[in-house]
């Protein structure tokens, strides 16, 4: 069985539940060999950041019956791909990200300071 690991170096924790989240909708940000879209970084959606989604093409604020996806909130938690989170920092709108339910392989993209300067914990942005 695989180990997934978190930024932090310890056992990767649950991002959500409520909505379901993950690649693989068991509620972790969990990477897979089939995950091309790398989707590791567990989010807090914030209204700016969604808005931002939505202009670059990925809606995830719209509900989507068909799919089972009820669309997010601000304040909901999700795994974001790797590379949104990072374009979102470059933009000036990434979302607080839960380290401890961020894989590992996220920082392929952004560094731990990245990371950590948007921490829940640290509860700044």
């Not at 970084?41 to 989507?64: H, M, R, W, Y």
């Not at 669309?71 to 909901?76: I, M, S, Y």
């Not at 949104?84 to 990434?94: F, I, M, N, S, T």
């Not at 948007?118 to 700044?124: E, L, P, R, T, V």
């Amino acid at each position: 069985m695989t180990v997934h690991r978190n930024v932090l170096g310890t056992a990767l924790e649950m991002c959500s539940i409520e909505p379901m989240t993950g690649f693989t909708r068991e509620g972790s940000c969990k990477v897979t060999a089939d995950d091309y879209g790398v989707h590791g970084v567990c989010i807090e959606a914030t209204e700016d950041f969604l808005q931002f989604s939505k202009i670059k093409g990925n809606d995830l604020s719209t509900p989507s019956p068909m799919s089972g996806f009820a669309g997010l909130q601000p304040g909901d938690r999700w795994c974001l791909c790797a590379a949104r989170w990072r374009e979102a920092l470059d933009h000036g709108v990434a979302p607080l990200v839960n380290l401890a339910a961020t894989h590992e392989i996220a920082l392929n993209f952004a560094s731990l300071e990245d990371f950590l300067a948007y921490s829940i914990d640290n509860g700044q942005s």
